[in-house]
């Protein structure tokens, strides 16, 4: 599995979603209470542009529709079974790295 840099860490700010693509992928950075994490940066519902959402503590909020989206589980609020894929993070010498697949 591939570790990635893909951010400086001062580019993640607490409360802002933070769009990277890499390999084609879209991926989502939220910063909460200091830690990064990363998730797939696409919607299940209809595809919403979830770097483009609020950060409402850890919770993700799509642009479209409103789903929200535990950035630290990944979890729906309401349907646990409906998540969003996390990757994990590391941080080091300023940067954020991310394990893909
Ligand atoms: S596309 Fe995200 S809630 Fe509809």
Redesign the pocket.
Known sequence: MPLVAIAHGEQVREGQPFGVRIAGQDLVLCRVEGEIYALDGV??????P?AHGALHGRMLV??????EFDCVTGEHDRHPACRLRTYPVTQSDGQVWVTLD
């Not at 919607?43 to 919403?48: E, I, L, M």
């Not at 799509?62 to 789903?67: D, E, L, M």
């Open positions: 919607c299940p519902h209809v595809g919403g979830l799509c642009p479209w529709h409103a789903w």
